[in-house]
């Protein structure tokens, strides 16, 4: 497992845009996978996007493409997100997850059963 440290979140308008950062804390990350929850009031944990550490793949949900691009810093062992174009329903606390093990790159990263690591959330609310 690795410690994930998050930043980024805060309070915009909806067609604001934010970045979210992740970053390994104290050590380089060699696993196969980062990626990007998000939990709204009342809901369950929710997939929005991941990245191959080691290669060019990602993932994401429906509801974000277009919007969201996800990509990463192997100099700095950081993934960022950025929200474009935010809406209400965007609301939420938004969780990072690492896989740190060497594993194949595939379906499993789309769900939280793929990841050994979570970060602690950053709250990001878009207001109408």
């Known amino acids: 497992q690795v410690q994930l440290v998050e930043s980024g979140g805060g309070l915009v308008q909806a067609g604001d845009s934010l970045r979210l950062s992740c970053a390994t804390s104290?050590?380089?990350?060699?696993?196969?996978?980062m990626g990007w929850f998000r939990q709204a009031p009342g809901k369950g944990r929710q997939f929005v996007s991941s990245i191959h550490w080691n290669g060019p793949s990602t993932f994401y949900a429906d509801s974000v493409k277009g919007r969201f691009t996800i990509s990463r810093d192997g100099a700095k062992n950081t993934v960022y997100l950025q929200l474009n174009a935010l809406e209400p329903e965007d609301t939420a606390v938004y969780y990072c997850?690492?896989?740190?093990?060497?594993?194949?790159?595939?379906?499993?990263?789309?769900?939280?059963?793929?990841?050994?690591?979570w970060g602690q959330g950053t709250q990001v609310t878009v207001s109408s």
């Open positions: 997850a690492a896989d740190s093990r060497s594993r194949m790159w595939g379906t499993r990263y789309y769900t939280s059963n793929g990841y050994n690591s």
């Open positions: 104290g050590r380089t990350f060699s696993g196969t996978a």
